[in-house]
Structure formats: structure tokens, C-alpha cells
């Protein structure tokens, strides 16, 4: 019996020392966020779409409705809308808008300036922060667009983009800050 445990102990020690790194990722792995990966995908699928088919579409769209001399004008307006304010809503728009603040009751605060303290650990939800900063990001992208239809062919490509940047922040902002604070966001 002696020498049977002498034989087993070191196999127990080896055994011992090999589950103790399997239990330490496991407390790891526990203490990252839970992703929902279903809702993850769904999100980042609709992301997808939004970005490769409704701003080309929208571009498309009202170039077709343009005379043939402006149909570049309104396809820059358009792209050059979309990365304009894609740049201010990563700036400031998503801070203002998801972040506590000291003028809580009309807009939030400056806690996520250019995306500050937003880490690959964060989660909305069951949603990663990046990917909901992303979705959010592509909404904002795509509404100005909408707005170049209504005045193409008839204001300067400078002028298009300080109205879509004072817009953004003044009518986009305050809006998406009031709608998500009616939603619980």
C-alpha cells in the first residue's frame, strides 16, 4: 500500500499543479462581460447594411434625380455629410449624448470626449460599447444625407458642411440625448 501512494503522490502533485491554471482562466473567463452573441452579430450585421448599402444608395439616388452636370456634387455632399459627422459624433456627439453630465435635463456631459474610457471591455447592454458606438455612429451618418436631397443643386459644397456640422450638433444631439433619456438609454 506504501509504495502504491508513493507512486500516485507525484502523479496527484502533477495532476494538482496542471488544474490550477484551468481554474485561474476560468475565474478569468468569468470575470470578462458576457457578450450576447446573437445580439452582437444581428447589430453588427445592421451596421453592415446601413454602412455598404444605404449611403451608396442614397448618393445613387439623388445623383439620378439631379441634372447630369451636378451628379458629383451630390455624391461628395453626401459622402463628405457622412464622414463630417461620423467625425463629430465620435468628437463629441456620442459623449452629449450617452454620458451623464452636469445640464443633465437638456444634454449630457463630456465623460466620452473622442471615445475616452470606451474599452473593448465595456458593454451596453449585451452589446460591446464599440460595436454600440458603431451602429449609433452609422444612424447619425446616414440622416444628414437625407437632408443634402432637399437643397441639391442649390448651395455650395462649403456651405452644405458648416449647415450639416451646426445641424448635427445643435438638432441631431439634442434629439438622440432627449430620445434616449425618454427610452432609458
Not at 138 to 152: K, R
Amino acid at each position: 500500500m506504501l509504495r502504491l501512494c508513493k507512486k500516485l503522490l507525484p502523479t496527484g502533485v502533477t495532476l494538482a499543479s496542471l488544474a490550477a491554471p484551468i481554474s485561474a482562466m476560468a475565474e478569468d473567463a468569468a470575470a470578462k462581460p458576457a457578450y450576447g452573441l446573437p445580439d452582437t452579430a444581428y447589430v453588427a450585421t445592421c451596421a453592415l447594411f446601413v454602412m455598404l448599402m444605404m449611403l451608396p444608395g442614397l448618393a445613387l439616388f439623388y445623383g439620378g434625380m439631379s441634372r447630369s452636370k451636378n451628379v458629383l456634387s451630390i455624391l461628395t455632399q453626401v459622402f463628405a455629410g457622412a464622414c463630417l459627422v461620423i467625425f463629430l459624433w465620435t468628437a463629441v456627439g456620442y459623449t452629449l449624448t450617452f454620458s451623464e453630465g452636469p445640464f443633465q435635463s437638456v444634454i449630457g456631459g463630456l465623460d466620452k470626449i473622442f471615445l475616452r474610457g470606451v474599452t473593448p471591455d465595456n458593454n451596453v447592454g449585451v452589446l460591446p460599447e464599440y460595436l454600440y458606438y458603431f451602429f449609433m455612429a452609422l444612424f447619425a451618418a446616414i440622416t444628414p444625407p437625407i437632408i443634402v436631397g432637399s437643397f441639391a443643386e442649390r448651395m455650395r459644397f462649403a456651405a452644405v458642411l458648416v449647415f450639416l456640422g451646426v445641424w448635427f450638433l445643435i438638432d441631431y444631439v439634442h434629439g438622440a440625448y432627449g430620445l434616449g433619456r425618454r427610452l432609458g438609454c
